[in-house]
Nanobody
Framework: QLVESGGGLVQSGGSLRLSCAPSITIFGVYDMGWYRQALGTQRELVAIITNRGSTNYADSVQGRFTISRDNAKKTVDLQMNNLKPEDTAVYYC???????????WGQGTQVTVSS
């Protein structure tokens, strides 16, 4: 229901920009977020942006990652700078509808950071 793009292989210190858009027509107002799951670990929150534009970041990415959204297109991006090997994971986007908390997830995109 959501499609992520922009993942890939990058050297430590490099940058990537992830994008997420719905593959179906969705209605309503959404909070949007990015999550990641490294091999053998649980999925964790990376960054969120509310429908009003407030943002929150995991401590590990604060100052390096920036989340942004386009309300007209219902898309969310994640700009990732100064990437580190520990950022290697599958990255997922999630939309949460404000009125009823219905969730939409993407299928994930792999980000690999080499040292």
């Amino acid at each position: 229901q959501l499609v992520e793009s922009g993942g890939g292989l990058v050297q430590s210190g490099g940058s990537l920009r992830l994008s997420c858009a719905p593959s179906i027509t969705i209605f309503g107002v959404y909070d949007m977020g990015w999550y990641r799951q490294a091999l053998g670990t649980q999925r964790e929150l990376v960054a969120i942006i509310t429908n009003r534009g407030s943002t929150n970041y995991a401590d590990s990415v604060q100052g390096r990652f920036t989340i942004s959204r386009d309300n007209a297109k219902k898309t969310v991006d994640l700009q990732m700078n100064n990437l580190k090997p520990e950022d290697t994971a599958v990255y997922y986007c999630k939309f949460t509808r404000v009125i009823d908390a219905r969730e939409y997830w993407g299928q994930g995109t792999q980000v690999t950071v080499s040292s």
